[in-house]
Structures are given as C-alpha cells and as structure tokens.
C-alpha cells in the first residue's frame, strides 16, 4: 500500500511516500502562504506516485481521538477545537490536512494523533489533583505527546534486544526541540513526562517544561506578565532558550566545553531534569529492561546520553563510553554485563504513521 506521510512544520510540509515500509521518496513544501503552497505541493506530487492513502501526524487528538481516524469534515473541526492545547504544532497540522486534500481530494487521508499512545495511561498517572468540575467540564487531564515516535522507539528497541516487547519494561527518551520521557510497559504507555500540553516536563529548546504553578501565578497577580506575554515567554524564550541563549543542543555543549557558565548550567539543568524523569518512569515500571534514545539531541549528542545516565547505576544501567561515542543509527550502547541495554533508536515516525494508516484503511480504500 503506498502511503503518503505528511508531517507538517510552520511553514514547510515534508513528505514521505512509503510502500511497505520502504521509502520510496521524500521531499520538503514549502507553504508560506495557501495559493503558493498549493502550487508547490502539485508540483511535488508530480515527481512522486499516487498514494493510495494519506496519513497526518497531528499532534493533539484531545479526548476524543485515542487511536487513528478516517479524517472527514466532523474529526477536521473537531481537531480545530484544540488549537488552544497545542498552539505550536495544531495549527500546521490543520493546513496540511487543508492543503494536501484540496489537491489529492479522492485519497482517503488518516490523522494519527501524537497522544493516542498515551491514553492506555492509567488514571493514577493522568489525573490531575485539580477540582472535580474542571476535570470533567473542560477534560484537564495528562495527555502526553511524542506518541508516534515513542511507540516506534518501543516496539524497535525490543527488536534490537531480541525479546517480545510484551516481556519488557521500557523507558523511551524523546529528546530534540520537544522532549519528553515515557514509560511503556507491554508495549503500552504507563507514564509520561508532557501533560495537558507540550509544554510539561523537561527542559526543552524554547519551552520551560515544569514550573511551580505558583510561580505563574506570581507573575500573572503581580503584573509582570499578562497572559499572552506568559504563554510567549513559557513556549518560545524558555528552555535552552533561556538559559543559554540558544536553542541548539550542539551550540550548548560546544559553549559549555569552551567553558561559558551559562551553558555550563544549561547543560547541568537539562541533565538534572532528564535523570530524575528516568527514574521517575522507572518507577512507573517498577523495574526496567531497556532505556532508548530517539529523537535529534537522543540520537547525535553522545554527552546528553553519557550524562543522562551518570548517577542511575542503581538502577543497572551503564553505557560503554566507546560504544556510545561512535553510536551511529540504531545502536546499543550498553555497557558489557549491565542489567539493563541502553540503545539509541533512529526516529521513525513515519513508519508508526504508515502502520497506523494500515490499520485504518482497508482494502475497500484503495
């Protein structure tokens, strides 16, 4: 089944056109404005065949997406309603899906949801301690996202270690401009380190990841901020961002060799974050068998992974410095007669929207 994977950024789609888990060809869109994207897309629909089904990564499904979806008219208004949820990444989504049905209007197109992974969740780990009434009337609760590539990262990791993924306790890092950290067991999420939006949990490139609520709550009752600016600071002047001056890992770690303070204790916060989420997860688990690394900084920075795992020899895991310095592509960078491998998983989420698209569209859709 050839399959069309459209994952969309701000301003660019980038395409992949899948027939049996093999790529096939991939470009990139540009899509600064409807009527020259639209060009742009025909155009590089040209170079490739005809896809027999579409599949979206949409970010958020909110609640009531919790696995794949036919995309019709009702599920494209329906994910419009969690913009708010998302304000970094629903919005492309939303002209993707716009944008590549008006020009392939009779392929029938799936959204996988970035957060269907997560609603196996149980209600300990996606409860919010918050009044009942805003729990129910507006659906706060943990979502989690990055559920495509921890999904992947999951059922590769246990190909890699050559066990049923149904035997494992497994702890995914998501680690690029996004991050998150979860916990699968059987090959289901139990835990995860992103909440109600992107925005929880680690240090990120521009986002803050957590914060003491009442610290917002500070700087809302004490003008420093108003809402907007907040939202601003928090998703795009935060993180790395904020305490580095910049969002690129390999910038950070290059300024925190060279000796500057600010990256230095970028780098210290980052890992200080990251190593307790690990064994929080762990936990989760209640034991561990395999710790992945996916995603740009997981798979490239040698030094976030050696890090990472400084201090949870408790926990049996250890990396072989070797092996973990010349990592390249899905590699296990374990220690020799440690408990528990450590691997770096190449990111593939287009592979996880392929077979989700699969599941979706049967023979009656080609």
Request: overall charge negative; charged content about 25%.
């Amino acid at each position: 089944m050839r399959i069309l994977v459209v994952n969309a950024g701000s301003t660019t789609l980038k395409l992949s056109l899948l027939d049996d888990d093999k790529v096939l060809a991939s470009r990139q869109v540009e899509i600064s404005d409807a009527e020259s994207g639209q060009r742009a897309l025909e155009e590089a629909l040209e170079e490739l065949q005809t896809p027999e089904a579409v599949g979206h990564r949409v970010v958020h499904g909110g609640p009531a997406y919790t696995h794949a979806v036919r995309i019709d008219q009702g599920v494209r208004d329906r994910l419009e309603e969690y913009v708010g949820l998302a304000p970094l990444h629903q919005p492309a989504a939303l002209a993707g899906i716009d944008l590549v049905s008006r020009v392939l209007p009779d392929v029938p197109a799936v959204a996988c949801f970035d957060t269907a992974f997560h609603a196996t969740m149980p209600a300990a780990a996606s409860t919010y301690a918050v009044p009942v009434e805003w729990r129910e009337e507006y659906g706060l609760r943990k979502y989690g996202f990055h559920g495509l590539s921890h999904a992947y990262a999951a059922r590769r990791a246990a190909e890699m270690v050559g066990r049923p993924i149904e035997d494992l306790r497994t702890v995914v890092c998501h680690l690029g401009a996004g991050a998150s950290v979860t916990a699968v067991r059987a090959g289901r999420s139990v835990d995860t380190t992103m909440g109600f939006t992107p925005l929880a949990g680690l240090v990120m490139a521009s986002r803050s990841g957590d914060v003491d609520p009442g610290l917002l709550v500070w700087l809302l009752r004490n003008g420093v901020v108003d809402v907007e600016e907040l939202d601003t600071a928090l998703e795009r002047h935060s993180g790395l961002v904020g305490l580095a001056g910049t969002g690129d890992m390999r910038v950070v770690l290059d300024d925190a060799a060279a000796g500057d303070p600010r990256a230095r204790l970028a780098v210290e916060v980052y890992l200080h974050r990251l190593r307790a989420q690990i064994a929080a997860m762990t936990a989760s688990l209640g034991g561990l068998d395999v710790l992945a690394f996916t995603g740009g900084v997981g798979e490239h920075a040698a030094p976030i992974r050696d890090g990472a795992v400084r201090g949870l020899g408790y926990l049996g895991i250890e990396v072989d410095p070797d092996r973990n310095a010349e990592a390249d592509g899905d590699s296990d960078i374990s220690a020799l007669a440690c408990a528990v491998r450590t691997l770096v998983v190449t990111a593939r989420e287009d592979l996880e929207i392929a077979a989700e698209v699969r599941r979706v569209c049967g023979p009656e859709d080609r």
